[in-house]
């Protein structure tokens, strides 16, 4: 029995290896979700540097990587321009005398530069770091493709241990047991992201683990073994990523829920498991507090990415559209939409969780352990949703927070499935795994979201009808002299000529705000002439800038805004206001 279960769990994470493999294989370097400061910390530590946040930049081997793809920031090749200063070594800081809004804004520029993934617990570079190493014979991208095999290694142990989840819950359940390996194996927003040089995967599978011995004490009773054990995954699951925090609520009600051991007893071993965790994490807390005079460094991570993403304000609007997000890409991933079906991914995610929401509530009166579950995978969605209060960085939470408790949700999914009706269970397992095998194949047809659709050519030089508007800036001088509208007046091209007339480089955004004084135009990079965001002292460029529209109404005025705009290193910056009337 047990050497069959033990080829059963082997089983269940070949098959899983499959598509993590393929996918750390096949996705392009780099990842959009941070991968180069992830690769960047492996890089740092083969070099004998512990980096650290809003100090250390980006070493020249990951920068080449940079230059030879076109990845420098969050955006695929050609929709945004290339940094006005490639060389992260050479970036020069703005003068102390400098505003707060020009160190903001110098920040948001140059942010891409820095290794700002060393503020991450160190347990999953520790471990990368032999592959890395090994991988780096080869080259850079050697390295960056070995951590990516690595990865996939780690992530694909999630689905047997969702498997073995399953069978402790409901022990002799193997269909709803397959189901939830099913679901680890193939949710293609975990398998997307996990098996990117990353320490989400390692987040997760350490989540599920801890979850399967939380789960495991409760039913059995807590031993001293287990509970070291659920002490050593607490601490090497805080150490991987602090995300996994929101799953000690699990932790501590499995240490008193009801089981004829005595009280006393599940309090003492849930003080032991809580003291080994505090002694594995202790040495990083304690460097924390010898670097950033703080044992968690909020200060120095702020200080940096609060700059391009504000702390948000505690709005139920904000929260809402925290929390879909969060949902939507724990399926469908992140880059959000990049798979082509994103869309009806979700909405049959959706569908079937209403399906085993249904399913749990025809088999509530037998649910028990399950309960352990849904507490964990709240704790969790809240402790995501209380990250940015917390942490003072905005932005919406996207769904690999959430991987700690992928384990306790899918499971609960299964259960859930696994109480309808034969039929329905059959064609919501085959939809879904259809959905999901699409969904992962289309991925790379697609060429994961990096095709630019190119749906508007250039104009002729002398094309569209003149104009003349004219303003400069500290320096900053901006001409446009012709307008075209096309597409029934949803495209609109502006021809400027930028000149830098100031004796420094200048520095502005590539494409400005756009308005029509009541409603906003978005500026399309990937169709326009590609504009840089600095210009030399003296250097002039011309070309064609398209706008679109939603409306169609006559278009009486074009009102472009750029900023921020400085002209002398950032120790100021400007806005410069145009007014374009065709």
């Not at 993590?20 to 959009?32: D, G, H, I, K």
């Not at 326009?528 to 030399?536: D, I, K, V, W």
């Not at 006559?554 to 120790?571: A, E, V």
């Amino acid at each position: 029995m047990l050497a069959s279960l033990r080829a059963r769990v082997v089983l269940v994470y070949l098959v899983a290896l499959v598509p993590a493999l393929l996918m750390a294989a096949l996705q392009p370097v780099w990842s959009r979700v941070d991968e180069t400061q992830h690769a960047d910390v492996l890089a740092q530590y083969a070099h004998g540097t512990f980096p650290i946040e809003g100090v250390t930049m980006l070493r020249p081997e990951i920068v080449a990587v940079d230059d030879e793809t076109g990845f420098y920031r969050w955006y695929p090749p050609g929709t945004g321009p290339v940094p006005g200063e490639t060389d992260p070594q050479s970036f020069v800081s703005p003068p102390a005398t400098a505003s707060a809004a020009a160190k903001q804004a110098w920040t948001q520029r140059h942010l891409w530069g820095y290794s700002y993934e060393a503020m991450q617990p160190p347990l999953y570079y520790m471990l990368a770091e032999p592959d890395w190493m090994l991988g780096a014979r080869f080259g850079a991208l050697g390295a960056i493709y070995a951590a990516r095999i690595f990865s996939a290694l780690i992530a694909a142990l999630l689905a047997p241990l969702v498997y073995l989840l399953a069978l402790t819950i409901r022990p002799g359940a193997e269909r709803m047991a397959l189901i939830a390996a099913g679901l680890a194996a193939l949710l293609p927003g975990y398998v997307l992201n996990a098996t990117q040089v990353t320490n989400d995967g390692l987040a997760a599978v350490a989540g599920a683990a801890l979850t399967l011995i939380a789960v495991k004490g409760a039913r059995d009773g807590w031993s001293r073994s287990l509970a070291a054990a659920c002490g050593v995954v607490l601490g090497a699951a805080a150490l991987t990523k602090l995300t996994t925090v929101g799953l000690v609520p699990l932790v501590a009600v499995a240490f008193l829920w009801p089981n004829p051991q005595p009280l006393r007893w599940r309090v003492a071993y849930g003080a032991a498991a809580a003291a080994i965790a505090a002694v594995i994490v202790a040495p990083w807390l304690l460097f924390n507090v010898h670097t950033y005079g703080q044992p968690v460094p909020s200060h120095s991570t702020r200080a940096l990415l609060g700059a391009v993403f504000a702390p948000p304000t505690a709005t139920a609007g904000y929260l809402r559209a925290s929390a879909r997000d969060a949902l939507d890409e724990f399926v469908a991933g992140e880059p959000f939409a990049i798979i082509p079906i994103t869309r009806p991914l979700v909405w049959l995610a959706e569908g079937t969780v209403l399906l085993a929401a249904i399913g749990l509530w025809i088999s509530r009166k037998r649910l028990r352990l399950e309960w352990l579950l849904l507490l964990g995978g709240t704790a969790e969605f809240l402790w995501v949703l209380a990250t940015p209060y917390l942490s003072g960085i905005g932005g919406l939470m996207p769904g690999r927070y959430l991987y700690p408790a992928a384990a306790a949700a899918l499971v609960l999914v299964a259960a859930g499935i696994d109480a309808l009706p034969l039929l329905l269970v059959r064609v919501t397992t085959v939809a879904g795994g259809a959905a999901a095998l699409l969904s992962l194949a289309l991925l790379v047809t697609s060429q994961f979201g990096l095709e630019i659709p190119h749906h508007h050519a250039l104009p002729k030089p002398k094309a569209g009808v003149a104009v003349s508007a004219h303003n400069n800036v500290a320096g900053f001088d901006v001409v446009a002299d012709r307008v075209v509208v096309t597409d029934g007046g949803r495209a609109v091209w502006v021809h400027v000529t930028l000149t830098n007339r100031a004796p420094q480089p200048a520095d502005f955004p590539a494409i400005p705000y756009a308005s029509t004084g009541h409603t906003v135009l978005w500026g399309v990079y990937s169709d326009s002439t590609p504009f840089p965001e600095r210009l030399a002292a003296g250097e002039s460029k011309s070309g064609w800038m398209l706008f679109t529209r939603t409306g169609t109404s006559p278009l009486k005025k074009i009102l472009l805004t750029y900023t921020p705009i400085s002209t002398d290193g950032f120790s100021t910056i400007e806005t410069l206001s145009l007014v374009v009337a065709p």
